[in-house]
């Protein structure tokens, strides 16, 4: 199993520009979110998708779009992208095991807008 | 909003010493989980606590949850370099939500050897 695999792994984008970041899972985990990770600041909450169809906002969900088509992807778009965007992005997905909700995260993709 | 403060942000100390990370909030968590960060990687899950006053040991590192469920510490005993990273600790939230995680800021570990 790849578990969680996320695509590109790095990625310059100038200010006004659009792109997909891919996430792809083969746990068949019901669950699956997006985070983005800044210095001194842990991670946090972009959107999350608690199966395929249903997605909703998390902490941080200003200028991304997802959407979860099938069990196994659940891409994010960045619809416009600015300055305020540079980051490290997560996906992880997740399944319910009692009151635990074990995150597997994928390797990361380190995003700079310009 | 549900918030998580993670002390010391920043620890260096020499290999062989014990250390202590807090992670501390005004709300109530039906379960914490700490991971660890490895440069250029995911998080990984160390442990989930659940219960209130649990203590887990995972070799030469003790977790604890709090009592009211609000808080939680790590101990590492005689710290090696393989030690160093960015610890992170997450809380799960009750019913409806609970699959939203929310992270403290980390700790960033590094042992001297």
């Known amino acids: 199993n790849a578990g969680v695999t996320q695509t590109p792994k790095f990625q310059v984008l100038k200010t006004g520009q659009s792109m997909t970041l891919q996430c792809a899972q083969d746990?068949?985990?019901?669950?699956m979110s997006w985070y983005r990770q800044d210095p001194g600041m842990g991670l946090r909450l972009i959107h999350y998708?608690?199966?395929?169809?249903?997605?909703d906002q998390g902490e941080v969900p200003n200028g991304y779009n997802v959407s979860r088509s099938t069990t196994e992807d659940f891409p994010l778009r960045l619809l416009s992208a600015a300055p305020s965007q540079t980051s490290v992005y997560f996906c992880?997905?997740?399944?319910?095991?009692?009151?635990?909700?074990?995150?597997?995260f994928g390797p990361g993709t380190r995003l700079t807008v310009t | 909003t549900q918030l998580l403060e993670q002390s010391p942000q920043f620890l260096s100390i020499q290999e062989g010493e014990n250390l202590t990370v807090y992670c501390n909030s005004s709300?109530?968590?039906?379960?914490l989980q700490w991971y660890r960060q490895e440069p250029g990687e995911g998080p990984v899950l160390l442990v989930t606590?659940?219960?209130?006053?649990e203590v887990k040991k995972l070799k030469r590192l003790t977790f604890q949850f709090g009592d009211a469920r609000k808080d939680s510490s790590l101990h590492i005993t005689a710290a090696q370099p393989g030690d160093t990273g960015l610890y992170l600790c997450?809380?799960?939230?009750?019913?409806?939500?609970?699959?939203?995680?929310?992270f403290g800021q980390g700790t960033r570990l590094t042992i001297n050897p």
């Open positions: 997450a809380g799960v939230g009750r019913g409806q939500g609970a699959q939203k995680l929310v």
């Open positions: 998708s608690v199966g395929a169809g249903i997605t």
């Open positions: 709300s109530v968590f039906s379960s």
């Open positions: 992880a997905s997740s399944y319910s095991e009692g009151l635990s909700y074990e995150q597997y």
């Open positions: 606590v659940v219960t209130g006053g």
């Open positions: 746990m068949n985990h019901e669950y």
